[in-house]
């Protein structure tokens, strides 16, 4: 990955709060000087209006990153909440890792710092043969782990951690 610095922002779960977390480090790098980038190297689950998808969990990264364009954050957009390699099915489509791996590698002349937010859970499946934990091992940024607030966090949080661990990823926090 070259020079290319980050954080990887990964979750116990989906809906835990990883995009808002994301976009909190986001405005803050931004308060503080740094010229930011955002992945997200996949994003399921749209909201139909006027008839036409819509990602929110996008919308807000790109908001919080100043950006106008969802492209520049995810291009691997799929409709059904589900996680992406099902979701991509759905559709008639495959997840495109080459693609995934592109949207991050394009911030390396353009950013400091990069946010990557994962899709689910550390071991959520990204495409048919790939997690979201072998991604973070090839983007290699330390990682944020987000938890609920809820019976079951503790295990779920120390099981994230135990797997982060066995793949040698750093843990920020």
């Known amino acids: ?4 610095k980050g954080i990887f922002v990964t979750g116990t779960d989906t809906d835990v709060g990883k995009t808002y977390v994301s ?5 803050e790098l931004i308060e503080t000087g740094h010229s ?7 994003c399921s689950g749209a ?3 006027a008839g036409e998808p819509r990602w929110p969990d996008l919308d807000h990264l790109a908001e919080a990153a100043g ?3 969802i492209d520049l954050v995810c291009r691997q957009r799929f409709q059904a909440p589900r996680a992406p390699p099902v979701a991509a099915r759905l559709e008639g489509l495959q997840p495109d890792l080459s693609a995934m791996k592109e949207n991050i590698l394009a911030w390396e002349s353009r950013a400091d710092i990069v946010v990557v937010e994962g899709v689910g859970g550390l071991l959520c499946p990204l495409t048919g043969d790939t997690s979201i934990a072998e991604f973070a091992q ?12 809820g019976l079951g966090t ?3 949080t120390l099981l994230t951690i135990e797997a982060a661990r066995q793949r040698k990823l750093q843990i920020a926090g």
């Open 1 to 4: 990955m070259g020079s290319l």
């Open 23 to 27: 976009s909190i480090i986001l405005r």
């Open 36 to 42: 930011v980038g955002v992945s997200k190297p996949a």
């Open 47 to 49: 909201v139909l209006e």
């Open 67 to 69: 950006l106008s364009d």
């Open 138 to 149: 090839w983007v290699n940024f330390p990682l944020i782990i987000v938890a609920r607030l």
């Open 154 to 156: 503790i295990n779920h």
